[in-house]
């Protein structure tokens, strides 16, 4: 009798268990609370309690806040510009559009277009957003050479202001990609009047659900919370954003929390994985690191030379050391993203074979001068010492350059690169238009690229509608660099993002452009 009781109460226990954990999956918000009334205990959903301050890793220097100017081109950029500012449309990390300081938007041809733009918007120094706004974005950004925003913009022909919240923008060539240009975080609408009453200061001010208090160059940037934010508002009072170059002092901050958020390194992946105090966030970036040749430089220019290179280089081993075995080795000998569109994946990767790589190198002008390689994120100096070795393997005397991002941007220009070899991690969205910035005049051609075939391709793809007869001009596009070989792709990232346990609402983009907005961090 003892034992049925025993059974029986036991029974009844369990399923009481059972009722109190609710059997669901767990979620980042509070779980409802019993609050007492009149007529008894009614379930009502608790709200959510938030910690006011978000503190953030970025993995490079910011020294300038400015579309505008080149100094500016840190890879950080697209992080902070979705925190302070607004781009015409929003592009999702599912591949959609969706209305943001533009409503809406049509054309008929690809060279025209009309775009209604939203009412009631302010900018933090509380001017009304119009469409003045951004014919002064348009043409302040045809002047300012050597920056994102005049790659993406310095296509418009002409503007016509219909109204304050009305604009007409009439290209020079049909682009069936220009929505996606606009919508790229890197060419924000900013404000006239701030740039006119404060030219250094002018590029702080913007339409985003944050705004800048400080700046300390090389630092952290300091944003507080904009309560007259048109959208959603954001989650946290104040928003920090801090470079620490140091791996294992960052990694400590986190671990005490003093970051919400931090890149991890993915040697340390099992032990945050493991710990219940984190998240751990991951994702493969359609970027693709690669290795970069000075093609007006007379060694690094010649074909021979990069053969070589190409012939020594071991990926598998960039991947173990540099990454420590996560990631994806690339999988065609084309410089492109990792699902970028009309991917040419019929070109052959060069796999490492060290005989055919000096017989190469015997054939070049190399006479044994020093190489030198330029590298300014954690990762990419690391694959730079490993390329450095290998380089070594067959006789090329090399030497690793560390830099940081300012430095880089100022160095390796393309009207003015002074480096042999970059080896760097490169931005692709997933429209082929991307390669633009790889195979064309820009700031981001490394390499300082130039094929007026190339180019000519380029133009004729973005004013063709047509699916196929697109990939017939990109897959030719892809030959041409390929027997060019300005760039050798390496690696398609895996990242990390270790967070306290209840931090999220960051939208992780493939392109690294995350979007913090509407972070949070659950107390």
């Known amino acids: 009798m003892k034992k049925i009781v025993c059974m029986a109460l036991c029974l009844v226990l369990c399923i009481g268990l059972l009722y109190g954990c609710g059997g669901g999956g767990t979620t980042n918000t509070p779980a409802p609370s019993a609050q007492p009334t009149e007529t008894g205990t009614t379930p009502t959903t608790k709200e959510p309690e938030y910690h006011d301050t978000i503190n953030l890793y970025i993995a490079d220097k910011v020294a300038i806040i400015d579309p505008f100017n080149p100094g500016a081109a840190s ?216 290795i970069a040749f000075n093609m007006r430089k007379p060694i690094t220019g010649d074909k021979n030379f990069r053969l070589a290179v190409a012939y020594a280089i071991d990926r598998e081993a960039i991947l173990d050391i540099a990454f420590d075995g996560y990631g994806k080795i690339v999988d065609s000998g084309t410089f492109w993203g990792n699902n970028t569109a009309y991917k040419n994946r019929n070109l052959p990767l060069i796999q490492q074979d060290l005989d055919k790589a000096k017989e190469y190198l015997a054939k070049s002008i190399y006479n044994g001068e020093t190489i030198e390689i330029y590298a300014h994120l954690a990762h990419t100096i690391k694959t730079a010492e490993v390329v450095m070795a290998q380089l070594r393997d067959i006789g090329i005397n090399a030497e690793v350059r560390k830099v940081d991002g300012p430095t880089m941007a100022s160095i390796a220009t393309f009207e003015n690169n002074n480096c042999d070899i970059i080896v760097n991690s490169g931005a692709w969205s997933p429209l082929a238009s991307s390669c633009k910035s790889y195979f064309t005049p820009s700031n981001s051609n490394r390499a300082c690229y130039v094929n007026p075939e190339v180019t000519a391709l380029i133009d004729q793809a973005a004013a063709t509608p047509d699916g196929e007869e697109r990939q017939k001009l990109y897959y030719k596009i892809q030959e041409i660099v390929y027997e060019d070989m300005p760039y050798l792709g390496t690696i398609h990232m895996q990242l990390f993002i270790g967070a306290q346990k209840g931090a999220g609402g960051a939208v992780y983009f493939p392109t690294n452009n995350h979007d913090y907005g509407r972070a949070y961090w659950l107390k």
């Open 75 to 290: 890879s950080q950029f697209g992080i902070y510009s979705h925190l302070l500012f607004d781009t015409l449309v929003y592009y999702t990390v599912d591949g959609k559009y969706e209305p943001c300081l533009a409503t809406e938007w049509s054309t008929e041809d690809n060279v025209h277009f009309n775009f209604k733009l939203r009412e009631g918007v302010k900018y933090h120094n509380g001017e009304p957003f119009t469409a003045d706004d951004v014919a002064f974005t348009i043409d302040r950004a045809k002047g300012a050479q050597g920056t994102q925003i005049f790659d993406r913009l310095n296509q418009v022909e002409s503007y016509e202001i219909v109204n304050d919240h009305e604009i007409n923008i009439t290209l020079k060539n049909p682009n069936v990609d220009f929505i996606f240009d606009v919508s790229y975080p890197y060419v924000p609408i900013m404000n006239r009047d701030a740039y006119e009453k404060d030219p250094e200061k002018g590029g702080w001010v913007g339409t985003g659900p944050f705004k800048l208090d400080n700046l300390i160059p090389n630092d952290s940037i300091i944003l507080l919370a904009n309560d007259d934010y048109w959208g959603e508002k954001a989650l946290c009072k104040k928003f920090v954003l801090r470079h620490i170059p140091e791996e294992t002092t960052r990694l400590i901050m986190l671990e005490n929390g003093e970051f919400t958020f931090a890149d991890l390194p993915s040697i340390r992946v099992p032990e945050f994985e493991n710990n219940p105090k984190y998240e751990v966030y991951s994702y493969v970036m359609d970027n693709c690191n690669y």
